[in-house]
């Protein structure tokens, strides 16, 4: 199918740990990609964003990999917190069906103290 | 605070009702995308305005409808409403008619009785 999805819905780490949390695409015209963390009761909260020509961007204690030739976008997040404990999204923008994100199902991430 | 608002936070009805819910969007954005979210799903895309006009539609009902004001704050108006219809209703903002800086508000919690 053409929508994003998720290889694990739920992950559980220790705090201090490093999380890495996988997405699978399966649209190679997708030029757009996001992570969203979602918090319960809340809406989701942008955290990190790639475009179809880099690989590898960083952010405040999180790196989202992009590798084109097997269609799959990884967030890695450094020093897990507890705070980091919510569901996350990925997100891509195909650029056939308009202009709107396509969202996968999310991956619920467990930080433990 | 993300700075689109939504209103109301909770919604309680009957089925066979008609609701409305309202989206203000960031200041500055000109784009406003409805997503529906139900339990242990991903968000769905409904439908994208931009500047007033609809720009994108996804897996939105036909018992569902959306507008958007000249003062750019949209409208989602369900009908006929059933069972199924209870989720979160989220609304997001992008300063253009493409993704880029997808801002989400808290969403409103609709439950069908």
């Known amino acids: 199918g053409e929508s994003v999805g998720l290889h694990l819905p739920t992950l559980s780490v220790q705090e201090g740990d490093n999380s890495i949390i996988n997405c699978a695409y399966s649209?190679?015209?997708?030029?757009?990609f996001i992570w969203y963390k979602q918090e319960s009761g809340k809406g989701p909260q942008f955290i990190i964003d790639?475009?179809?020509?880099?690989d590898k961007r960083q952010g405040q204690r999180v790196t989202v990999l992009l590798n084109k030739t097997v269609k799959h976008l990884s967030l890695q997040i450094a020093a897990t917190q507890p705070g980091d404990s919510a569901v996350y999204f990925c997100?891509?923008?195909?650029?056939?069906?308009?202009?709107?994100?396509?969202f996968g199902k999310g991956t619920t991430l467990s930080v433990s103290s | 605070d993300s700075g689109v608002t939504q209103t109301p936070k909770h919604l309680i009805t009957a089925t066979g009702q008609r609701v409305t819910l309202r989206c203000s969007p960031r200041?500055?954005?000109?784009?406003v995308y409805w997503y529906q979210q139900s339990l242990d799903q991903g968000l769905q895309f409904l439908i994208q305005?931009?500047?007033?006009?609809?720009?994108a539609k996804g897996n939105i009902l036909e018992r569902f409808s959306a507008q958007q004001f000249p003062d750019l704050h949209s409208e989602l108006n369900l009908s006929s409403l059933e069972l199924g219809d209870s989720a979160l209703y989220f609304c997001?903002?992008?300063?253009?008619?493409?993704?880029?800086?997808?801002?989400f508000g808290s969403g409103t919690r609709l439950t069908v009785v």
């Open positions: 997001a903002s992008s300063p253009s008619a493409e993704p880029y800086g997808y801002t």
């Open positions: 649209n190679s015209a997708s030029d757009y």
């Open positions: 790639i475009r179809s020509n880099m």
């Open positions: 997100a891509e923008n195909i650029q056939q069906a308009g202009t709107a994100l396509i």
């Open positions: 200041s500055g954005d000109l784009s």
């Open positions: 305005y931009y500047n007033g006009e609809e720009r």
